[in-house]
Protein backbone atom coordinates (compact mmCIF):
# COMPACT_ATOMS: atom_id res chain seq x y z
CA UNK A 1 0.00 0.00 0.00
CA UNK A 2 1.70 3.48 -0.70
CA UNK A 3 1.60 6.23 1.22
CA UNK A 4 2.71 9.65 0.51
CA UNK A 5 3.69 12.28 2.87
CA UNK A 6 3.57 16.36 2.41
CA UNK A 7 6.69 18.11 4.22
CA UNK A 8 7.73 21.52 3.57
CA UNK A 9 7.65 25.26 5.13
CA UNK A 10 3.93 26.14 6.44
CA UNK A 11 4.54 29.76 6.21
CA UNK A 12 6.26 31.24 3.20
CA UNK A 13 6.56 35.12 2.38
CA UNK A 14 5.10 36.57 0.16
CA UNK A 15 6.88 36.60 -3.15
CA UNK A 16 9.17 34.06 -2.02
CA UNK A 17 9.35 30.67 -3.50
CA UNK A 18 7.22 27.84 -1.75
CA UNK A 19 9.21 24.15 -1.61
CA UNK A 20 7.34 21.25 -0.66
CA UNK A 21 8.33 17.34 -1.42
CA UNK A 22 6.76 14.35 -1.09
CA UNK A 23 8.24 11.28 0.30
CA UNK A 24 6.69 8.12 -1.24
CA UNK A 25 6.97 4.79 0.86
CA UNK A 26 5.39 1.24 0.10
CA UNK A 27 6.17 1.79 -3.68
CA UNK A 28 9.13 2.78 -6.08
CA UNK A 29 8.51 6.61 -7.30
CA UNK A 30 10.33 5.55 -10.34
CA UNK A 31 6.81 3.12 -11.62
CA UNK A 32 4.33 5.88 -11.45
CA UNK A 33 3.24 9.62 -12.16
CA UNK A 34 3.16 11.76 -9.70
CA UNK A 35 1.00 15.18 -9.22
CA UNK A 36 0.43 17.70 -7.37
CA UNK A 37 -2.62 19.40 -6.19
CA UNK A 38 -3.90 22.09 -3.96
CA UNK A 39 -7.10 23.12 -1.98
CA UNK A 40 -8.26 26.31 -1.00
CA UNK A 41 -11.12 28.36 -0.03
CA UNK A 42 -11.66 30.62 -2.45
CA UNK A 43 -11.05 28.06 -5.63
CA UNK A 44 -11.87 24.23 -4.19
CA UNK A 45 -9.35 21.47 -5.95
CA UNK A 46 -6.94 22.98 -8.73
CA UNK A 47 -4.34 20.88 -10.20
CA UNK A 48 -0.75 22.09 -10.18
CA UNK A 49 1.13 19.96 -12.19
CA UNK A 50 2.62 16.32 -12.88
CA UNK A 51 5.69 14.55 -13.57
CA UNK A 52 6.11 11.45 -15.85
CA UNK A 53 7.87 8.37 -15.01
CA UNK A 54 9.88 9.89 -18.07
CA UNK A 55 11.02 12.52 -15.96
CA UNK A 56 9.28 15.31 -18.46
CA UNK A 57 6.79 17.52 -16.64
CA UNK A 58 3.31 19.22 -17.80
CA UNK A 59 2.01 21.92 -15.20
CA UNK A 60 -1.58 23.98 -15.25
CA UNK A 61 -1.50 27.51 -17.69
CA UNK A 62 -2.46 29.27 -15.02
CA UNK A 63 0.50 28.17 -12.82
CA UNK A 64 3.18 27.11 -15.49
CA UNK A 65 5.30 30.51 -15.49
CA UNK A 66 6.19 30.07 -11.60
CA UNK A 67 6.14 26.04 -10.94
CA UNK A 68 8.43 23.26 -11.31
CA UNK A 69 7.83 19.64 -10.39
CA UNK A 70 11.38 17.18 -10.23
CA UNK A 71 11.89 13.81 -8.90
CA UNK A 72 14.80 12.70 -6.81
CA UNK A 73 14.48 9.06 -7.40
CA UNK A 74 17.88 8.06 -4.58
CA UNK A 75 15.48 9.39 -2.26
CA UNK A 76 12.21 8.36 -3.44
CA UNK A 77 10.35 11.66 -3.40
CA UNK A 78 9.23 14.51 -5.92
CA UNK A 79 8.83 18.37 -5.07
CA UNK A 80 7.44 21.13 -5.78
CA UNK A 81 8.40 24.76 -6.62
CA UNK A 82 6.42 27.64 -6.77
CA UNK A 83 7.80 30.94 -7.11
CA UNK A 84 6.92 34.61 -6.19
CA UNK A 85 4.03 33.29 -4.33
CA UNK A 86 0.93 35.68 -3.03
CA UNK A 87 -1.89 35.58 -1.06
CA UNK A 88 -3.59 33.18 -3.37
CA UNK A 89 -1.43 30.56 -3.57
CA UNK A 90 -2.43 30.16 0.64
CA UNK A 91 -3.64 26.44 0.49
CA UNK A 92 -3.66 22.85 1.38
CA UNK A 93 -1.33 21.21 -1.08
CA UNK A 94 -1.60 17.26 -1.79
CA UNK A 95 0.70 15.36 -3.13
CA UNK A 96 -0.64 11.98 -5.43
CA UNK A 97 0.11 9.40 -7.45
CA UNK A 98 -1.30 9.96 -10.58
CA UNK A 99 -2.40 6.88 -12.70
CA UNK A 100 -3.04 8.22 -15.81
CA UNK A 101 -1.08 11.37 -17.37
CA UNK A 102 -2.12 13.44 -20.35
CA UNK A 103 -5.56 13.52 -20.57
CA UNK A 104 -6.50 12.69 -17.33
CA UNK A 105 -7.42 13.73 -14.13
CA UNK A 106 -7.04 10.13 -12.17
CA UNK A 107 -5.66 10.87 -8.90
CA UNK A 108 -5.49 6.96 -6.99
CA UNK A 109 -3.49 7.91 -3.77
CA UNK A 110 -3.16 11.46 -1.82
CA UNK A 111 -1.22 12.41 0.91
CA UNK A 112 -2.47 13.70 4.15
CA UNK A 113 -1.78 17.53 2.24
CA UNK A 114 0.08 20.23 4.35
CA UNK A 115 -1.56 23.97 4.57
CA UNK A 116 1.28 26.68 3.36
CA UNK A 117 0.20 30.34 4.42
CA UNK A 118 1.80 32.91 2.43
CA UNK A 119 2.44 36.12 4.50
CA UNK A 120 2.85 39.59 3.67
CA UNK B 1 -16.05 29.83 -10.56
CA UNK B 2 -15.28 26.53 -11.51
CA UNK B 3 -14.95 24.73 -14.99
CA UNK B 4 -17.40 22.24 -14.15
CA UNK B 5 -20.41 22.69 -11.94
CA UNK B 6 -22.17 20.93 -9.67
CA UNK B 7 -24.86 21.81 -7.24
CA UNK B 8 -23.67 22.86 -3.49
CA UNK B 9 -25.80 20.30 -1.79
CA UNK B 10 -27.26 17.35 -1.94
CA UNK B 11 -29.15 15.44 1.01
CA UNK B 12 -30.84 12.21 1.70
CA UNK B 13 -31.51 9.70 4.31
CA UNK B 14 -30.32 6.29 5.50
CA UNK B 15 -30.99 4.04 2.96
CA UNK B 16 -32.54 5.93 0.28
CA UNK B 17 -30.41 6.67 -3.43
CA UNK B 18 -29.29 9.79 -4.00
CA UNK B 19 -27.15 11.55 -7.32
CA UNK B 20 -25.25 14.43 -7.97
CA UNK B 21 -24.51 15.77 -11.03
CA UNK B 22 -21.42 17.47 -12.76
CA UNK B 23 -21.81 19.93 -15.87
CA UNK B 24 -19.11 20.41 -18.18
CA UNK B 25 -18.54 20.83 -22.18
CA UNK B 26 -17.75 19.25 -25.55
CA UNK B 27 -14.12 20.23 -24.31
CA UNK B 28 -14.00 18.37 -21.35
CA UNK B 29 -16.63 15.68 -20.17
CA UNK B 30 -17.90 15.66 -23.43
CA UNK B 31 -14.28 14.68 -24.96
CA UNK B 32 -12.49 12.94 -21.75
CA UNK B 33 -12.70 10.59 -18.62
CA UNK B 34 -14.58 11.91 -15.61
CA UNK B 35 -13.61 11.16 -12.41
CA UNK B 36 -15.33 12.05 -8.96
CA UNK B 37 -13.28 12.08 -5.61
CA UNK B 38 -14.92 11.82 -1.73
CA UNK B 39 -13.53 13.95 0.74
CA UNK B 40 -14.17 13.12 4.46
CA UNK B 41 -14.49 15.81 7.13
CA UNK B 42 -11.00 17.42 7.32
CA UNK B 43 -9.29 14.43 5.80
CA UNK B 44 -7.48 14.10 2.15
CA UNK B 45 -9.89 13.43 -1.18
CA UNK B 46 -9.81 10.24 -2.06
CA UNK B 47 -10.45 8.58 -5.43
CA UNK B 48 -14.13 6.96 -6.13
CA UNK B 49 -14.78 6.34 -9.40
CA UNK B 50 -12.44 6.81 -12.50
CA UNK B 51 -12.79 6.72 -16.09
CA UNK B 52 -16.62 7.25 -15.73
CA UNK B 53 -18.17 4.37 -14.22
CA UNK B 54 -15.04 2.19 -13.00
CA UNK B 55 -14.74 1.90 -8.55
CA UNK B 56 -11.50 1.04 -7.59
CA UNK B 57 -10.48 -1.94 -5.61
CA UNK B 58 -12.20 -1.47 -2.27
CA UNK B 59 -15.12 1.20 -2.97
CA UNK B 60 -18.61 -0.16 -2.37
CA UNK B 61 -20.98 -0.81 -5.56
CA UNK B 62 -23.11 1.11 -3.61
CA UNK B 63 -21.15 3.94 -5.42
CA UNK B 64 -21.48 4.17 -9.26
CA UNK B 65 -20.57 6.90 -11.90
CA UNK B 66 -22.20 7.41 -14.97
CA UNK B 67 -21.52 9.77 -18.31
CA UNK B 68 -23.89 11.36 -21.10
CA UNK B 69 -22.75 13.96 -23.02
CA UNK B 70 -21.40 16.68 -21.47
CA UNK B 71 -22.59 15.97 -18.20
CA UNK B 72 -22.05 13.25 -15.38
CA UNK B 73 -23.52 11.73 -12.52
CA UNK B 74 -22.51 9.81 -9.38
CA UNK B 75 -24.99 7.94 -7.71
CA UNK B 76 -25.21 6.41 -4.11
CA UNK B 77 -27.60 3.66 -3.09
CA UNK B 78 -28.00 2.39 0.44
CA UNK B 79 -26.97 5.70 2.13
CA UNK B 80 -25.14 5.49 4.94
CA UNK B 81 -23.81 8.58 7.47
CA UNK B 82 -20.45 8.15 7.03
CA UNK B 83 -20.76 9.20 2.98
CA UNK B 84 -21.58 12.60 4.50
CA UNK B 85 -18.55 14.14 2.50
CA UNK B 86 -17.92 16.40 -0.47
CA UNK B 87 -17.92 15.27 -3.48
CA UNK B 88 -15.60 16.25 -6.67
CA UNK B 89 -15.83 15.47 -10.37
CA UNK B 90 -12.79 16.06 -12.49
CA UNK B 91 -11.43 15.90 -16.00
CA UNK B 92 -9.09 16.84 -18.18
CA UNK B 93 -9.64 19.98 -20.66
CA UNK B 94 -8.73 19.80 -23.99
CA UNK B 95 -9.15 23.40 -24.67
CA UNK B 96 -7.87 24.82 -21.55
CA UNK B 97 -4.85 21.78 -21.79
CA UNK B 98 -5.49 21.89 -17.93
CA UNK B 99 -7.18 19.25 -15.20
CA UNK B 100 -10.42 20.27 -14.15
CA UNK B 101 -12.58 20.08 -11.03
CA UNK B 102 -16.30 21.12 -10.31
CA UNK B 103 -16.83 23.06 -7.13
CA UNK B 104 -17.93 20.28 -4.90
CA UNK B 105 -21.61 18.82 -3.90
CA UNK B 106 -21.85 18.28 -0.16
CA UNK B 107 -24.20 15.68 0.89
CA UNK B 108 -25.67 15.56 4.10
CA UNK B 109 -27.14 12.67 5.38
CA UNK B 110 -30.08 13.07 7.38
Known amino acids: QVQLQESGAGLVKSLETLSLTCTVS????????WSWIRQSAGKGLEWIGRIYTSGSTNYSPSLKSRVSISVDTSKNHFSLRLNSVTAADTAVYYC??????????????WGQGTLVTVSS | QSVLTQPPSASGTPGQRVTMSCFGS????????VFWYQQLPGMAPKLLIY???QRPSGVPDRFSGSKSGTSASLAISGLRSEDEADYYC???????????FGGGTKLTVL
Open chain 2, 26 to 33: SSNIGSNY
Open chain 1, 26 to 33: GGSISSYH
Open chain 2, 51 to 53: RND
Open chain 1, 96 to 109: ARDRGGWGEVWFES
Open chain 2, 90 to 100: AAWDDSLSDGV
